[in-house]
């Protein structure tokens, strides 16, 4: 998963990537654990108010450091499959959605 910090708002993009990328000095990413379910955790990602953590005086910024001390609650890894496949079906159905409604203003 790929959490890109942008020098704007909103302070986090967050993005759902399964190809290699190159990394600059604003991305951060996680990798996640054997027992953790990545389309769970993306979800919980998503709810995390990112921006209460700036430590910027100007751009947004965040560190390594405080990334690492958001605390998240999680459930069983069975239970974060089931809750992280409904969400991938419903961000399918968005992305389809979207896509048709491209296809239409054209």
């Not at 379910?37 to 995390?48: C, T």
């Not at 947004?60 to 990334?67: A, C, D, H, N, V």
């Not at 001390?69 to 992280?84: A, D, F, L, P, R």
Request: hydrophobic share 35%; no cysteine; proline share 4%.
């Amino acid at each position: 998963m790929l959490l890109e910090l942008e020098e704007k708002e909103p302070l986090i993009t967050l993005s759902y990537l399964k190809a290699p990328f190159w990394t600059v000095d604003t991305l951060f990413w996680n990798v996640p654990k054997n027992s953790y379910d990545i389309y769970f955790l993306y979800s919980v990602f998503q709810k995390i108010e990112w921006k209460k953590y700036d430590e910027s005086t100007g751009l947004p910024s965040l560190s390594k450091t405080t990334i690492n001390n958001i605390k998240v609650n999680t459930t069983s890894y069975n239970e974060q499959n089931k809750i992280g496949q409904i969400i991938k079906l419903i961000d399918h159905a968005k992305f389809l959605q979207q896509r048709k409604l491209k296809k239409s203003n054209y």
